[in-house]
């Protein structure tokens, strides 16, 4: 964030350790650090008693996005509003929601999704058309479009541009393009807790790489974070135009 092209973050608070380490970086991230809402691993914020359509046997979130079934939407909102107070421990506000695994796009799940960030008034992640009439609908500002394919074992600076182009394209040329990125260090501790490692030194590279910054400021592209997005949302609402913004 410092160094290159990803202009907003997520932070979740389930994992050990995670309130101090939001602490640690998030205030020199001026603004640009919103909340991971969790479904899925790590433990609930709440006792596992008071919200158990959410969790194991062992009283844990599942690991996986299949294996969360049956939720009650009351258990979500609790445990979704006890995840937000602890973001909000660490002295930060948020600056956006989406979740992990996109869990929010999940019927059951998504109008407390929609709720909160409609409560919070903050830019959300929307993933398909259904969703984006949504947030229109509850005045939640998000980018026109989310594209979620930038991952896996072909992250270069080639793929990230086509990924951005055939968005821009879809969307008649202009509009605001928010990409999914996973950008890390590969380690024993991530490869842990996460079947996705060694990609996410990769997207490093590319995504801290001067020549992939200069090559979308040549497409007329102009960088944008979460409130950015927001800003560019109320416009549209307004009756202004927007530019070709992209976030990642």
Do not use: N
């Not at 002295?91 to 869990?103: A, E, K, Q, V, Y």
């Not at 394919?149 to 821009?168: H, I, K, M, P, Q």
Request: charged residues 25%; contains cysteine; proline residues 6%.
């Amino acid at each position: 964030m410092e160094r290159g092209l990803v202009d907003g973050t997520t932070a979740m608070v389930c994992a050990a350790g995670a309130p101090e380490r939001i602490r640690r970086f998030g205030a020199g991230l001026g603004g640009r650090v919103g909340l991971h809402l969790q479904l899925t691993g790590g433990r609930p914020c709440l006792p596992p008693e008071a919200v158990p359509s959410l969790v194991t046997a062992e009283g844990l979130f599942p690991r996986k996005k299949l294996d969360v079934a049956d939720v009650d939407p009351g258990h979500v909102r609790r445990e979704w509003r006890a995840q937000l107070a602890r973001f909000l421990e660490t002295g930060l506000s948020p600056s956006h929601l989406d979740s992990h695994h996109h869990i929010h796009k999940r019927a059951e799940v998504f109008p407390v999704f929609l709720e909160l960030a409609r409560e919070l008034g903050l830019p959300a992640r929307a993933l398909s058309d259904d969703m984006r009439r949504a947030m229109d609908a509850a005045g939640v500002p998000h980018a026109d479009v989310c594209v979620t394919r930038f991952y896996g074992e072909t992250v270069d600076a080639e793929t990230f541009l086509s990924l951005v182009d055939a968005a821009f394209a879809a969307l008649g040329g202009a509009g605001t393009v928010e990409v999914m990125a996973h950008p890390g260090r590969a380690d024993a501790a991530l490869a842990a807790i996460s079947s996705y490692d060694q990609g996410r030194d990769q997207e490093l590279r590319v995504l801290t790489d001067p020549d992939l910054a200069a090559r979308l400021a040549s497409r007329d592209i102009v960088r944008c974070g979460p409130a950015q997005v927001a800003e560019t949302a109320s416009s549209l609402r307004s009756g202004g135009r927007t530019q070709r913004r992209a976030s990642a």
